[in-house]
């Protein structure tokens, strides 16, 4: 019987030492759905800068254009269209062979005042400067009227670098034909009269017709 007791008592005991359960956790509250990001944004677009109204006048030089000269030599102009404010065309002639003679590069922009300006470089066709044209030659647009434009060199004879030149005039033909006239300042030339030669002052007209290759 004190056996029973002891039992139940040591038993008794136990449950009121033994720990008791944890309770139970608490219930977390469900985390809120995280923010959608922000939509990118995109940039704005860029409308590229208009073309300068001073250059419209110009837009017949645009195209390519190429001519074979008696002697065999092959001439070509390239210009891009105007772009903002410029314009930008190169010049090849080559040999009979098919070795370069020489290479032109020519911008045409438009100042800060206006006024219409071309500049060009001229280098040999090992693309070595040419020692007498070192520095660019600057003309500007006299006039651009019906398909005919005419650049004279710039009033500061020192900064044209421009020798005797007194003019140059593109003009269109027809789609496909491009004309171009280089025209001195007038210089001494010979002109045969017969046995005897004298010597007479006038300009010097170099005239070239080009087609729009294909």
Same mark, same amino acid.
């Given at each position: ?16 030492? #033994? $720990? &008791?359960?944890? +309770? @139970? !956790? =608490?219930?977390? %509250? *469900? /985390? #809120? $759905? &995280?923010?959608? +990001? @922000? !939509? =990118?944004?995109? %940039? *704005? /677009? ?5 073309? @300068?109204?001073?250059?419209? %006048?110009? /837009? ?155």
């Amino acid at each position: 019987m004190f056996d029973f007791m002891l039992t139940t008592i040591a038993a008794a005991a136990l449950s009121l030492n #033994a $720990p &008791a359960d944890p +309770p @139970a !956790p =608490a219930a977390t %509250p *469900a /985390a #809120a $759905p &995280a923010a959608a +990001p @922000a !939509p =990118a944004t995109k %940039p *704005a /677009a860029r409308t590229p800068a208009p073309t @300068a109204a001073e250059l419209a %006048p110009l /837009a017949f030089i645009a195209g390519h254009w190429v001519t074979e000269l008696p002697n065999g030599m092959v001439s070509e102009e390239l210009w891009m269209p105007a772009r903002g404010k410029s314009m930008l065309g190169s010049f090849r002639q080559t040999r009979p062979d098919g070795t370069p003679a020489f290479f032109e590069f020519t911008q045409v922009v438009v100042g800060a005042n206006g006024d219409v300006l071309l500049r060009q470089m001229h280098v040999h066709g090992n693309f070595e400067a040419d020692p007498r044209r070192k520095e660019a030659m600057n003309l500007r647009l006299s006039s651009a009227k019906d398909n005919v434009a005419v650049f004279v060199p710039v009033d500061d004879a020192a900064k044209a670098n421009a020798g005797d030149l007194a003019s140059v005039t593109y003009s269109l033909k027809d789609a496909d034909t491009l004309a171009m006239r280089i025209e001195s300042k007038p210089v001494k030339q010979g002109e045969g009269d017969g046995a005897l030669t004298k010597a007479v002052t006038k300009p010097v007209v170099i005239d070239m017709t080009l087609k729009r290759a294909k």
